[in-house]
């Protein structure tokens, strides 16, 4: 039977990742914290990433989805590193021999402030927050390991995330219902963003076709300013257009990476994922009427 480990399983990706995966007939494992439960049925083990205090004992994966990670929300570096990176090591320390692939999954921000190009997948990184230097670490690191150990290795750079939970359901649709939702410096900055069926799909297609050797771009091929997306939100939802707040203000309450993250522009290209996966919502004009209509707003 074809087997699986999955990290950060209790989390917004991760979980909807599981529940695809265990619908496949896969055999998935998942690490979780102690006190979690994955919402799908799975071979748990209990254990803290930063701690390594986990064995996979006979345990051997076809593949390794690392999903788990601190947000950029979190501010203190230390904390960061210690999940983001030492917990990348403690956790492939215990997979050297157990695994015969890995995806990585980390974010856009690697590219840095791109300006006006469009990215494309062979784009070089330019890490410029702590949060982000910090994850290509964590990459080089797997990198470097996984081919010494000839464990197949892949990177996905997901765009913002939107679903039914996450960010946009909680930071973004509910503060609009509520109208304290407030635009960072105005939203005219353009973003790549992904559906989570999307997301899911992308890293599936990549396990299924050993699609491995290589780093990809999830987006949807739509860049849209981040206020466009807001408002279409609103407008979708019956809520009132949001106003901005300056992103100077921002960074006081969410940390200065946080913002820049949110606030760099960026326009990409997914054509490599393209090549071995269909999107299902080609644009946010798609997909949120979906998220919206699962929430059964
Ligand atoms: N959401 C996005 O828009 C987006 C965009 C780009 C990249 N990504 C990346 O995609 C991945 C998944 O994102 P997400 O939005 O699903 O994140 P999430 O909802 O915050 O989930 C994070 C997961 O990591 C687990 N985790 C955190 N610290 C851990 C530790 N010390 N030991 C073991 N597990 C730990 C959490 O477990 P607990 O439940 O115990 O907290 C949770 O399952 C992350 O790597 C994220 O950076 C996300």
């Known amino acids: 039977m074809v087997s699986v480990l999955v990290t950060g399983a209790t989390g917004f990706i991760g979980s909807r990742l599981v529940s695809e995966l265990v619908k496949m007939g896969i055999e998935v494992t998942t690490l979780v914290r102690p006190g979690k439960h994955t919402e799908e049925k799975t071979e748990e083990i209990v254990g803290d990433l930063t701690k390594g205090d986990f064995d996979f004992g006979e345990k051997h994966f076809d593949c390794v989805f690392h999903l788990a990670s601190h947000t950029p929300l979190e501010k203190n570096a230390k904390v960061l590193e210690n999940v983001n990176l030492n917990g990348t090591k403690n956790l492939f320390s215990k997979l050297r021999t157990k695994t015969k692939?890995?995806?990585?999954v980390s974010g856009l921000g690697v590219y840095g402030d791109v300006g006006d190009k469009v990215i494309e997948d062979t784009q070089s990184y330019d890490p410029n927050t702590k949060f982000v230097k910090i994850r290509v670490e964590a990459q080089r690191f797997l990198e470097a390991e996984c081919k010494q150990n000839a464990i197949d290795f892949a990177v996905v750079h997901f765009g913002d995330v939107y679903g039914s939970k996450g960010w946009f359901s909680e930071m973004v649709i509910k503060r609009l219902q509520n109208n304290s939702f407030k635009l960072p410096g105005g939203g005219k900055y353009f973003k790549g963003f992904v559906h989570v069926d999307d997301a899911v799909g992308s890293m599936i297609a990549i396990f299924e076709?050993?699609?491995?050797?290589?780093t990809y771009i999830i987006a949807d091929n739509l860049?849209?300013?981040?206020?466009?997306?807001?408002?279409?939100t609103a407008e979708k939802i019956g809520a009132k257009k949001p106003g901005s707040v300056p992103s100077i203000l921002a960074k006081?309450?969410?940390?200065?990476?946080?913002?820049?993250?949110?606030?760099?522009?960026?326009?990409?290209?997914n054509q490599r994922i393209s090549e071995i996966y269909k999107f299902k919502y080609p644009s946010y004009k798609e997909g949120i009427p979906q998220v919206l209509s699962e929430l059964g707003i």
């Open 101 to 104: 692939a890995m995806i990585y």
């Open 209 to 214: 076709k050993k699609a491995y050797g290589k």
């Open 223 to 232: 860049p849209v300013t981040f206020k466009d997306f807001v408002d279409f």
């Open 252 to 269: 006081a309450v969410l940390g200065g990476d946080l913002i820049k993250l949110l606030t760099t522009s960026m326009k990409v290209k």
